[in-house]
């Protein structure tokens, strides 16, 4: 028996977020096995992506506050996945890398990340998938991200 009203069912909006309610679930699951969280995952996909950043350039990047981005740095650093380094420009900015180690760490967790993506749309086609995925990111972009 469906508990969920059929009027939310009407609600693409309710349907996006019960979807991503559930990917995230899975996927933080996963990074959790890991001992990380999905702040880690994206201040590294940051760092691939975009290359070495100043910490403070990063939060903003991330849209995280300054402090919190430290404590993830902290751990990610301990975890030998970023190095931080005094900026040459600037010795009083603090400069972000990723380090080898965690350029293979992203690998496997973008390899989660895909695993769990399959999953939560293993009803869909190729084709669907494919369009989905084409809507979502142009409504995403139609809202203000980049």
Known sequence: MDATPPSLLDLTSYLLAQTGRRARGR???RLAERELR????SVLASLADFGPHAQRELAERLGIDASDL??????LSRAGLVERT?????RRRMQVALTPAGRTALGELHDEAAAVQDEVLAPLSTTEREQLHGLLLRVLRAGGAP
Do not use: M
């Open 27 to 29: 996927l933080a699951a």
């Open 38 to 41: 999905l702040w880690h995952l």
């Open 70 to 75: 430290v404590r993830l740095l902290d751990e």
């Open 86 to 90: 005094r900026s040459t420009a600037d």
